[in-house]
Nanobody
Framework: QVQLVESGGGLAQPGGSLRLSCAAS????????MTWVRQAPGKGLEWVSS????????NYVESVKGRFTISRDNAQSTLLLEMKNLNAEDTAVYYC???????WGQGTQVTVSS
């Protein structure tokens, strides 16, 4: 079956960095556009970033532009999110999903706190 497994979350200090990974299996990963979505405590889902199958087209929510970078390794069926200059507002559970939300991972917690 399809599995999307996120990893790389944790505690970071303000201004720090984290790198999230999403390992995909059970689907032709290289053909799917992918997305990262997050949910902050007590808030709804927020789209963060997306990329097409070849990562030639990437998009970001305004609040993370210049700080987050989405990328993918199709040979390894892995989606990545490099996060820099983190702030408290980035605290959330981060999910990877296929664009259109057919498949979701279980999420990884990112906490930004001093």
């Amino acid at each position: 079956q399809v599995q999307l497994v996120e990893s790389g979350g944790g505690l970071a200090q303000p201004g720090g960095s984290l790198r999230l990974s999403c390992a995909a299996s059970g689907l032709p990963f290289s053909t799917y556009s992918m997305t990262w979505v997050r949910q902050a405590p007590g808030k709804g889902l927020e789209w963060v970033s997306s990329c097409n199958s070849g990562a030639t087209n990437t998009n970001y929510v305004e609040s993370v532009k210049g700080r987050f970078t989405i990328s993918r390794d199709n040979a390894q069926s892995t989606l990545l999110l490099e996060m820099k200059n983190l702030n408290a507002e980035d605290t959330a559970v981060y999910y990877c999903a296929t664009l259109g939300a057919t498949y979701w991972g279980q999420g990884t917690q990112v906490t930004v706190s001093s």
